[in-house]
């Protein structure tokens, strides 16, 4: 019985997939900038737009140039060993860090704006700002120059907050349109399917792993008033053979 429960929490885990979270694209004050983040469960992406004649700068947290602050700053020296990849040492002090954890796979300039994406892993290295594939809100500090060499950058920067939220791969849209799911839950005397067409059968099973019944799906709901209060795990087999699982709370 134990086996059976462990097999359908693991394949339930399976079944909600590793989900992608992005910012969006956010404007960034009157600097012309913008930048966005996204996130898989190993890398992060940085979009970052901008003038194409200036030094382009993010800084992640709330302390500015703290000494310690972690830096993104494309700038003349980027695709030399430089690279995108700085750390603040206060005030009107940066360097570029001796490992590079920035990868730039891209660089395009279109009617006086520079795009520049580049990818590294979630944690990066030593002193980079970990970021983590969940929703959540990540701090950042902006700020471009006169021109492409680094150097004091004046009025032209700010702060600014990007929101972490899920999205939908394509794959992923594509499987949503066939996903089985069932509400509202709790439930108290019926459960619904969406895409109950694509439903031939449900075996239903307690916490324990016991089974408790088979039922064939006729129509879009499901009689549970029969169920006693607890967690139920909904082992359903489609028309094509496949398998799809729910958690059921019974009232």
Known sequence: MKKILLTL??????????QSFSSGTVSLGSTGMSVKLDTSSTLVTITLTGPDTTFLGIGFGTTGMGAGSDGFVYNTNSTTSAGLDY??????????????NWTMTSN???AGTRT??????????????????????????YAKGPDLNL??????RGYATLNMAGV??????ASESKKVSLYPNPAKEAVYFKNSDKIKSVDIYESTGRKVKTVKIDGANMNVSDLKQGNYYFE?????GSL???????E
Do not use: C, W
Not at 244 to 250: F, M, N, Q, T, V
């Open 151 to 156: 150097q004091y950058h004046g009025s032209n």
């Open 116 to 141: 520049v994406v580049a990818t590294r892993s979630l944690s990066g290295g030593t002193g980079d700002f970990a970021i983590a594939n969940a929703a959540g809100v990540i701090n950042i500090f």
């Open 108 to 110: 395009t300039t279109s």
């Open 168 to 173: 939908l791969g394509t794959n992923d849209l």
């Open 236 to 240: 359903i087999t489609l028309k094509d």
């Open 87 to 100: 750390t603040f040492g206060g005030i009107g002090s940066i360097s570029p860090d001796p490992v590079q």
């Open 244 to 250: 799809s699982y729910e958690k059921l709370i019974k």
């Open 9 to 18: 929490s693991m394949a339930l885990a399976i079944s909600l997939g590793a």
